[in-house]
């Protein structure tokens, strides 16, 4: 049975693990997510197999508007796009392989979106990968969470990761990963 919960900082270790496992990797990436928890920027939920106590995924976020690493055209963008209203942005949805096509990134969306409502927040930003054969896991999940109001591809996008000290599981060191990124309207 598969229940659900809002992350806490005991689950730091483990959201690092699936990051590395499903996102970027390194320091970078794992002092980030460290920061914004100490600083309590960083919420979302979490679903776990109560019959083998193992979390079959997350979908986190963290205050403000923030890029993997900086973008200093497009964090521009977004900040205009924003229009200082109350936004976050996504900081990972991650279901483990062998849950996935189980509604269960739904179902974290809809609890993110009750959960986004209940502070305030009107927007949030979300930059989702495209991969190199145009792929863009997720785009689902997040088209049902509201409306865009921005909207840019970016190709290319992870191209200097590397340099950030950040690797892609897909196409390790030198990224050829580009991204889509929205705001979308709850």
Known sequence: MITYSRVTKDDLKDIIEYYETYLNSGEAVRSSIRSA????????????????????????????VLLTYPHADYEREL???????????????MVDRGYRARGIAKELARLNL????????????????????????????????????????AADFYKDAHTFGISCPICGTHCKCGALLEVIRI
């Open 37 to 64: 928890f100490e600083q309590g920027r960083y919420f979302g939920y979490k679903a776990m197999d109560q019959d083998t106590d193992k979390v079959a995924g997350y979908f986190t976020f963290q205050e403000g």
């Open 114 to 153: 009750e959960d986004l409502r209940s502070r305030g927040v009107e927007l949030f930003c979300v930059e989702i990968w495209v991969y190199p054969d145009g792929s863009i896991p997720a785009k689902n999940v997040y088209e049902a969470m509201g409306k865009p109001i921005y909207h840019k591809l």
């Open 79 to 93: 900040e205009h796009a924003t229009a200082h209203r109350r936004t976050v942005t996504v900081d990972a949805l």
